[in-house]
C-alpha cells in the first residue's frame, strides 16, 4: 500500500486520525459504560499484538498520522508496551503523534515507558474526586491508584489531558471544582457528553446532562475565552482566564461535530468503523489472516472510505434504544 493513495471518504473528508483499540476488558466497570457483569471477548477473537501492528503501519501508510490507543483499558493487555514501542518507531516517519486513553489505574507503572516510545500526550478518564462517588461510579475503589497515575505521568513528562463525563445529578456540581483542579496542576480537561452505546443498568436519559447548560454555570464562576485550538478530535475550547488552562467541549447530542471528522475506529477484534455512532464497518481482521492480507487490507479501506456515513444519528430519550448495541468499552473510546 502507498502513502500517494490517503483515507478520502465519499464527503471528501481526509481521515488522519486512528482509534485502535487493543482491548475490550477493563479493571473498572463504570455504570455509564458497561453493565456490572460484563461479558468480555473469548481472547481468539481479539487481535494479535503482531496483527495490531501490521494495522498501524498500513494505516501510516494512506496517510494517517495519529493514532489513539484506546480500549478498554490498554494498560492491561499483556505486552501492550511492546506495541506502543513498535509503533513509535514510525514517529517522524510518515507518524506524527502516538498517544493513548486510559482510566489511569496502572499508568503509574507505564507512565515511564510510555514516554521512552516516543507518547507525549495522554487522555484520562476521571469522573470525580470523591473517593465514595469513584467508587459508586466505576464499581471499584481505585482512586487513589489513578490519582497516583496521574501525578506520576506529569512526572515522566506526559501531558495530562482529563476527560470527563457530566451526569446530571451525579458528578453535576462536582464539575466547577474539577475544572479549577485541572488548570491549577496544569492539565487540560475536556467535558463530555455521555454517549447512548450499549445496554447498561438504568437508563442514561436520567443522566444526560446538556453541556451549553453546564458551560452556563461554569461562566457564573470562570472566564471562559473560546480558542481556535485543535488536537485532532472532536472537542471545541475555552481559555479558562482564571487559572490559565484549556478546557475542551465533546457534544455529540447537543451540537455534533461530524462535518469535520477525520477519524476512524478500529476495534480490538479488527472491525473497523467509520462513526462510533454507526454499524457500518469493514472486517479487517478477515484481511489480516486471508491467503492475500496486503491485497486484502488495502480493498477494506478502500471499502471503509466509501460506506463512512456523513454524520452520526445519536439521540437520547426515555425508553429509547442505545443508539448502537456495542458498548464503548467494545469500539474504543
Known amino acids: 500500500m502507498s502513502c500517494d493513495k490517503p483515507l478520502v471518504d465519499a464527503f471528501q473528508r ?5 482509534r485502535l483499540s487493543v482491548t475490550d476488558r477493563c ?6 459504560c458497561m453493565p456490572e457483569r460484563m461479558t468480555f471477548l473469548p481472547k481468539k477473537e481479539v487481535l494479535s499484538l503482531e496483527e495490531l501492528h501490521k494495522l498501524g503501519l498500513a494505516f501510516i501508510e494512506r496517510g494517517i498520522t495519529k493514532i489513539r490507543l484506546t480500549g478498554g483499558e490498554p494498560l492491561v493487555r499483556r505486552d501492550v508496551i511492546e506495541l506502543v514501542h513498535a509503533l513509535g518507531r514510525k514517529l ?22 510510555l514516554h521512552a516510545a516516543g507518547v507525549r500526550r495522554v487522555n484520562v478518564s476521571l469522573d470525580t474526586m470523591d473517593g465514595e ?30 476527560n ?12 466547577p471544582f474539577l475544572v479549577e483542579w485541572a488548570g491549577t496542576h496544569g492539565h487540560d480537561m475536556t467535558l463530555i457528553e455521555v454517549m447512548p452505546l450499549g445496554e447498561v443498568d438504568g437508563e442514561r436519559v436520567d443522566h ?12 457564573e ?9 485543535n488536537t485532532g478530535g472532536p472537542a471545541r475550547y475555552v481559555r479558562v482566564e482564571e487559572t490559565g488552562g484549556r478546557l475542551g467541549f465533546i457534544t455529540p447530542l447537543t451540537n455534533n461535530f461530524c462535518a469535520t471528522c477525520n477519524r476512524i475506529r478500529v476495534t480490538a477484534t479488527g ?10 464497518k469493514v472486517d479487517l481482521r478477515g484481511a489480516l489472516r486471508s491467503e492475500a492480507p496486503d491485497a486484502n487490507l488495502a480493498t477494506a479501506l478502500d471499502e471503509a472510505m466509501r460506506i463512512k456515513p456523513e454524520k452520526h444519528h445519536f439521540r437520547i430519550e426515555e425508553g429509547a434504544e442505545p443508539a448502537q448495541p456495542r458498548h464503548m468499552s467494545m469500539t474504543g473510546g
Open 14 to 18: 481526509r481521515i488522519s486520525y486512528l
Open 271 to 280: 472491525q473497523l468503523y467509520g462513526c462510533l455512532g454507526g454499524a457500518e
Open 164 to 175: 470527563t463525563v457530566a451526569l446530571k445529578g451525579i458528578n453535576e456540581s462536582e464539575i
Open 92 to 113: 517522524g516517519n510518515g507518524l506524527e503523534e502516538l498517544t493513548l486513553t486510559t482510566n489511569g489505574t496502572r499508568l503509574a507503572e507505564f507512565a515511564g515507558d
Open 27 to 32: 479493571d473498572l466497570r463504570c455504570s455509564y
Open 221 to 229: 464562576r470562570f472566564t471562559l475565552t473560546d480558542i481556535g485550538d
Open 133 to 162: 462517588l469513584f467508587q459508586t461510579l466505576s464499581r471499584r475503589d481505585r482512586l487513589v491508584e489513578v490519582l497516583r497515575g496521574i501525578a506520576e505521568a506529569k512526572r515522566a513528562g506526559l501531558h495530562v489531558k482529563i
Open 208 to 219: 444526560y446532562l446538556p453541556l451549553p447548560a453546564v458551560r452556563d454555570t461554569l461562566e
